[in-house]
């Protein structure tokens, strides 16, 4: 636990300190988060015996991830057409080519998972421009406090008071405790901390409860991939935490469903 905490501590401080500095750091930061969790998830996958293939997996996904700086052409539309047409065309050649179609699914289905999802976290933080408030950054650190502090409650409750498993087959660990305890410390946080960016009742308390549910929706997801893959953790790159896929599970859903929320109802 002490490790945990000790490397939680530091991850914290490393986000806030680029999260502070922005811009072009930002960029830097999510590139080696999708770099590294693109490894694991790739390492997952050749567990499986269908390894996605890096030549697909790494461009789509860094793609993706900068879909918002790509030429007008370079849609999202393209991007997915691209990697059907030349994804499926290419692994005709491959030598086994019956896993063919389950590789080129892992690797379309991992580009949308991970560089995907990460590219809202840009568009949050960039959301205003200029953004003399700073609200970008008050966006970015509201959704992922709400997470730790989740995280946190739900791993306290449980280890103390969970008596209840809550899906067994995917996470044994899991208990009904905790994750309640992760959606009402998730909403009490969010609804404070919503208030100094101008969210208004009742919206922060319902992005609060949309945060905690599907951060623990991100977090089974990533536990059913494991699981799948026969694996506890992605891999051992943090101490106390297992892989860095471990750690941001529970933000990859979230992004989305905060960026659309406020601007689809004009919060932002």
Known sequence: MVVRVATASVLIGVVLAVLIVGSVWVYAALAVVLGATLIEYWNLTRVMAAPAPLWLLFPLSYA??????????????????????????????????????????????????????????????????????HLGFGYVIAV?????????AAMVTGMRFGRHQFFPRISPKKTVEGALAELLASTIF?????????????????????????????????????????????????????????????????GVVVYYYVTFLHLA
């Not at 007008?72 to 991007?79: G, I, N, Q, S, T």
């Not at 992922?144 to 946190?152: E, P, Q, R």
């Not at 901390?193 to 945060?211: A, R």
């Open 64 to 133: 993706l991830l900068l879909r918002d700086r790509l030429p007008a052409w370079a849609d999202l539309a393209f991007l997915l057409a691209a990697a059907t047409v030349l994804g499926l065309g290419a692994l005709v050649f491959v030598r086994d080519w019956r896993a063919s179609l389950t590789r080129w699914a892992l690797a379309v289905g991992g580009s949308l998972y991970l560089g995907f999802l990460l590219s809202f976290y840009l568009s949050l933080y960039f959301l205003h421009q200029p953004d003399p408030n």
């Open 190 to 254: 969010f609804a404070i901390v919503g208030l100094l960016l101008d969210i208004s009742f009742p919206h922060n308390v319902i992005l609060g409860l949309l945060i905690g549910a599907v951060a623990e929706i991100g977090d089974l997801v990533e536990s059913q991939i494991k699981r799948t893959a026969g694996v506890k953790d992605a891999s051992h790159l943090i101490p106390g935490h297992g892989g860095l896929l471990d750690r941001i599970d529970s933000l990859l859903p979230a």
């Open 144 to 152: 992922l406090g709400a997470i730790w502090v989740g995280d946190t």
